[in-house]
């Protein structure tokens, strides 16, 4: 079984830009979350999508968003770039549907550079 | 916000010695997960402890839960170079709406 894909794996930006980063989720899986990693701030939640319903949004500005497809890929997108997005943006697929109450699986990232 | 605190930052132990990691939490949960994260790659889960659950096993991993303490503790046993990677613990609080909210992380080295 494919693990989740996400792609693309680094992606250089300039400021005032917008990028868009996709996630394949595992086969079968409905419920996809998207998670910012930065060495400030550590981990910290995006969005959580299942069934192309947004069920869940963590404390970010409008500038960042999501979506999810009827075949459970999801795509977010940030506009308007800032050099404090510079990060390793994870997401994550599982079965439940919701994705804290149960294990969940990653893809490698993709790493932002804002410049 | 963190939920969670990893307890201690950085740990460094010969192979085949057991590393001992400690996470603590402030507010009631639902679960705890640790994953473990190889050097700015994705995370991989480790194990899921649900709160009626004090103690679970899988492999050479040990988690126990301590709920009065607000606290959780990862013990790997018979530590391989392999075991190098950050560990991280993850709690999907009560009262929250479903998020997971992560610790800082461990960042564990295993010396040959």
């Known amino acids: 079984k494919a693990g989740v894909t996400q792609t693309p794996r680094y992606l250089i930006k300039t400021r005032g830009q917008q990028v868009t980063l996709s996630c394949s989720p595992i086969s079968g899986h409905r419920s996809v979350s998207w998670y910012q990693q930065t060495p400030g701030q550590g981990l910290q939640f995006l969005f959580e999508y299942f069934s192309e319903t947004q069920r869940n949004k963590g404390n970010f500005p409008g500038r960042f968003s999501g979506r999810q497809f009827s075949n459970s890929r999801s795509e977010m997108n940030v506009s308007t770039l800032e050099l404090g997005d510079s990060a390793l943006y994870l997401c994550a697929s599982s079965l439940a549907p919701r994705g804290a109450d149960t294990e969940a699986f990653f893809g490698q990232g993709t790493r932002l550079t804002v410049v | 916000s963190q939920q969670g605190e990893e307890d201690p930052q950085a740990l460094s132990i010969q192979e085949g010695e057991n590393a001992t990691m400690n996470c603590s939490y402030k507010t009631s949960i639902n679960n705890l997960q640790w994953y473990r994260q190889n050097s700015g790659r994705g995370l991989v889960h480790l194990i899921l402890?649900?709160?009626n659950e004090r103690e679970k096993h899988s492999g050479r991993l040990r988690v126990t839960l301590d709920t009065s303490k607000k606290s959780s503790s990862l013990l790997i046993t018979a530590s391989r170079a392999a075991d190098t990677a950050s560990y991280f613990c993850?709690?999907?609080?009560?009262?929250?709406?479903?998020?997971?909210?992560w610790g800082a992380g461990t960042k564990l080295i295993i010396k040959p």
């Open positions: 402890i649900r709160s």
């Open positions: 993850a709690t999907r609080p009560r009262d929250s709406n479903y998020q997971l909210i």
